[in-house]
């Protein structure tokens, strides 16, 4: 109660609003391939094209806009992403031609680039050190509070059938913004750093992360985890609709679904508080190590009571990577960068690009027929990414150890 008591009034504002955002956009993104390929008779392929540009996008400017928070100011940038979402979500609603839907998912990416980064660098910068584990943990709970009831309100409402629910999106990311609006004012911050990095060309703070080695390879050990953390929501689903043994896929999925999002709100503060007595390396290798195993298990689970089982690991995984990689990411930037390097991490989006590709490949090549070899594949080119991150964890390590380390003096007579 107490760490609630010390949260700022602008990082309550985040983490509410993440729930309302989050729950008027999932009442609708998921439901688009959907009205696409029903209503607006898009083919598949086009519908695909549509649906990736916004992490395609996401990708190549998550780096982008954590710099320009860090240049420019984190409540600029923040208040400009949610009020370019709003008219993003209004162009939603009255797009009707193909080439409309793709400019608006693009802008969509877009926004999501400079507001995820942004809205995490604030989180980092007015909380004490010790409340950060909490504060970004709370961020993760209130992400899956609204994805929990967006889609079934968006199932509801007929969000496959309609655009219309796409301005109730925008209503709620226009009051977001204002009532963040009016929490600057009223509990205005520092300046959150940009005295120094006001003079940081976009070049230098490329150059800066590039050549930081334990950075890099968090970013390729994070991209593996994605990687495997993708199929949950991609490959299954194919497999499952696909495969013979199992009469109705599609519902079997959508338990699972239900069964993750359900799991990762009751087990998120027991497993985070066993975590935080170790490094985030250490939580993150765990992570990889159960969604990668449990992967490979849903090529033997012919019973739903084992699917089920499955789900819970994988859930537990999940947890273990999404609620510690902030807190990693947080210890390992360079303080004058910090967006930057939370912008930074979008590049580990190329899992999430490439997962469902490589796991759509697999199973045209073997058939639902072999699941070993395809979820054996997969899970092992995720659990690659451990000695990726052991590295990581080494170099993080000597890094610490050399700056603790005394400073020898000579004496010279």
């Known amino acids: 109660m107490k760490t609630l008591k010390n949260i700022h009034p602008l990082g309550w504002n985040i983490i509410i609003g993440t729930i309302f955002g989050r729950m008027a956009t999932s009442m609708n993104i998921p439901f688009l391939a959907i009205y696409l390929t029903k209503v607006m008779h898009v083919t598949p392929s086009m519908t695909g094209m549509i649906i990736a540009v916004s992490s395609l996008v996401g990708i190549f400017a998550s780096f982008y806009g954590g710099y320009m928070s860090d240049r420019f100011g984190r409540k600029t940038i923040l208040l400009l992403s949610v009020f370019m979402w709003t008219a993003v979500f209004i162009g939603f609603g009255f797009s009707q031609h193909v080439w409309a839907f793709f400019i608006m998912n693009a802008l969509n990416g877009l926004c999501r680039a400079l507001f995820e980064p942004t809205s995490r660098a604030i989180l980092s910068d007015i909380t004490t050190k010790e409340n950060k584990l909490f504060i970004f943990n709370l961020r993760y709970a209130a992400i899956n509070v609204g994805v929990v009831f967006g ?27 204002v009532t963040l609006a009016i929490t600057f004012m009223r509990h205005p911050i520092s300046k959150e750093g940009t005295e120094q990095t006001t003079r940081i060309a976009m070049s230098e703070a490329f150059t800066v992360t590039r050549r930081d080695k334990l950075f890099l390879l968090t970013l390729a050990g994070v991209t593996l985890c994605s990687f495997g953390y993708s199929h949950f929501s991609a490959t299954l689903s194919q497999f499952y609709s696909l495969s013979p043994d199992f009469g109705d896929g599609a519902k079997i999925f959508s338990i699972m679904l239900s069964l993750n999002a359900v799991v990762v709100l009751i087990i998120q503060y027991p497993v985070v508080r066993f975590a935080k007595n170790y490094s985030p390396f250490l939580s993150l290798m765990g992570g990889n190590i159960l969604v990668s195993l449990s992967l490979f298990g849903f090529s033997f689970a012919h019973h739903l009571s084992m699917i089920i089982v499955l789900v819970v690991f ?31 991490m979008g590049f580990t989006q190329f899992g999430n690009v490439m997962g469902p590709w490589a796991g759509g490949f697999l199973l045209d090549y073997f058939g639902v027929t072999h699941p070993a070899a395809i979820f054996g594949t997969l899970s092992l080119v995720t659990i690659i990414g451990i000695p990726i991150l052991f590295l990581a964890y080494k170099k993080l390590l000597s890094k610490k150890q050399k700056m603790s380390a005394p400073v020898s003096t000579k004496v010279v007579l």
Do not use: C, H, N, R
């Open 151 to 177: 889609p079934l309100i968006g199932a509801l409402l007929g969000a496959s059938e309609s655009t219309s629910l796409f301005f109730i999106a925008a209503a709620v990311y226009a009051v977001y913004g």
């Open 314 to 344: 994988f859930t537990i995984g999940e947890v273990l990577l999404f609620t510690m990689m902030d807190v990693l990411i947080d210890e390992i930037a360079k303080p004058e960068l910090k967006g930057t390097y939370f912008g930074a």
